[in-house]
Protein backbone atom coordinates (compact mmCIF):
# COMPACT_ATOMS: atom_id res chain seq x y z
CA UNK A 1 0.00 0.00 0.00
CA UNK A 2 0.97 3.54 -0.97
CA UNK A 3 -0.37 5.73 1.48
CA UNK A 4 -0.67 5.19 5.35
CA UNK A 5 -4.21 6.37 5.16
CA UNK A 6 -5.46 4.11 2.67
CA UNK A 7 -6.94 0.15 3.08
CA UNK A 8 -6.90 -2.13 0.62
CA UNK A 9 -10.11 -4.15 -0.57
CA UNK A 10 -11.25 -6.21 -3.29
CA UNK A 11 -14.82 -6.12 -5.18
CA UNK A 12 -16.38 -6.65 -8.63
CA UNK A 13 -17.22 -4.31 -11.08
CA UNK A 14 -20.70 -4.04 -11.46
CA UNK A 15 -21.05 -1.20 -13.88
CA UNK A 16 -18.65 0.11 -16.47
CA UNK A 17 -18.80 3.80 -16.79
CA UNK A 18 -17.35 6.33 -19.52
CA UNK A 19 -13.97 7.89 -18.98
CA UNK A 20 -12.64 4.50 -17.20
CA UNK A 21 -14.96 4.87 -14.44
CA UNK A 22 -16.46 1.80 -13.05
CA UNK A 23 -18.85 0.93 -10.21
CA UNK A 24 -17.47 -1.25 -8.12
CA UNK A 25 -19.29 -3.25 -5.37
CA UNK A 26 -17.62 -4.32 -2.28
CA UNK A 27 -18.28 -7.87 0.01
CA UNK A 28 -20.16 -6.16 2.28
CA UNK A 29 -22.37 -4.65 -0.24
CA UNK A 30 -21.27 -0.98 -0.02
CA UNK A 31 -21.04 0.17 -4.12
CA UNK A 32 -18.60 3.03 -4.79
CA UNK A 33 -16.58 5.01 -8.01
CA UNK A 34 -13.40 3.61 -8.75
CA UNK A 35 -10.96 4.75 -11.21
CA UNK A 36 -7.75 2.74 -12.63
CA UNK A 37 -4.36 3.92 -11.79
CA UNK A 38 -2.13 5.10 -14.49
CA UNK A 39 0.76 3.04 -12.84
CA UNK A 40 -1.34 -0.39 -12.54
CA UNK A 41 -1.28 -0.65 -16.67
CA UNK A 42 -4.73 -2.42 -16.87
CA UNK A 43 -6.60 -3.21 -19.49
CA UNK A 44 -10.08 -2.30 -20.07
CA UNK A 45 -12.67 -4.09 -17.49
CA UNK A 46 -15.74 -5.78 -17.75
CA UNK A 47 -18.45 -6.48 -16.02
CA UNK A 48 -18.36 -9.37 -13.45
CA UNK A 49 -14.51 -8.86 -13.05
CA UNK A 50 -12.39 -9.04 -9.74
CA UNK A 51 -10.09 -5.86 -8.74
CA UNK A 52 -8.09 -4.48 -6.07
CA UNK A 53 -9.03 -1.47 -4.84
CA UNK A 54 -7.14 0.98 -2.67
CA UNK A 55 -9.67 3.36 -0.71
CA UNK A 56 -9.16 6.58 1.83
CA UNK A 57 -9.98 5.92 5.33
CA UNK A 58 -11.86 9.39 5.12
CA UNK A 59 -13.80 9.04 1.99
CA UNK A 60 -15.52 5.68 1.23
CA UNK A 61 -17.44 6.69 -1.59
CA UNK A 62 -14.20 6.26 -3.89
CA UNK A 63 -11.41 4.31 -4.77
CA UNK A 64 -8.48 4.30 -6.93
CA UNK A 65 -8.30 0.43 -8.95
CA UNK A 66 -4.33 -0.86 -8.16
CA UNK A 67 -4.87 -4.08 -9.77
CA UNK A 68 -7.34 -7.35 -11.19
CA UNK A 69 -6.75 -10.59 -9.48
CA UNK A 70 -7.06 -12.49 -12.67
CA UNK A 71 -3.25 -11.28 -13.18
CA UNK A 72 -2.47 -12.52 -9.50
Given at each position: ?A??D ?5 G?V????P ?18 A ?7 L??G?K????M???D ?7 G???NS
Amino acid sequence: MARADACAVEGVVVKVLPKMLYRVELANGHRLLAYGAAKAGLAPLAVGDKVKLEMSLYDLSEGRIIGDTKNS
